[in-house]
Every structure is written in structure tokens, then in C-alpha cells.
């Protein structure tokens, strides 16, 4: 994805900074992990999932 849409993603629960895994944008502070597929970040947070379930 581009850089600035990088820049511009923000957690949608606490409008955090975003963390990056393979796969995932993560957010420490509210421990979830959104889905980026196909460079598409999912940010719904029905998507997310807790960082403990991650690989
Ligand atoms: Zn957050």
C-alpha cells in the first residue's frame, strides 16, 4: 500500500498509531490485529482479531 495511506490509517477504536505484522496492521494498545489483504487494510473491527490469536 501506499505510504500515505499508511500514514493515514489510524486504529479505529482509539484513533491509535498502527503496528505492522505480515498480514496485519496491529494496534498495542488495544491488543487487536486488522486483516490487510491483497494491500487492503481491513479496518472494521468486527475484522480484527486479538494479537494473542496470531501466528
Ligand atoms: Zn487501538
Do not use: F, K, N, T
Not at 479505529?12 to 496492521?25: A, I, Y
Not at 488495544?30 to 482479531?49: E, F, H, K, N, T
Amino acid at each position: 500500500m501506499e505510504d500515505w495511506v499508511r500514514a493515514a490509517l489510524r486504529c479505529p477504536r482509539c484513533r491509535g498509531e498502527l503496528g505492522d505484522r505480515p498480514g496485519h496492521l496491529v494496534c498495542r494498545a488495544c491488543q487487536l490485529a486488522y486483516p490487510v489483504r491483497d494491500g487492503i487494510p481491513s479496518m472494521l473491527a468486527g475484522r480484527a482479531v486479538e494479537l494473542g490469536e496470531l501466528p
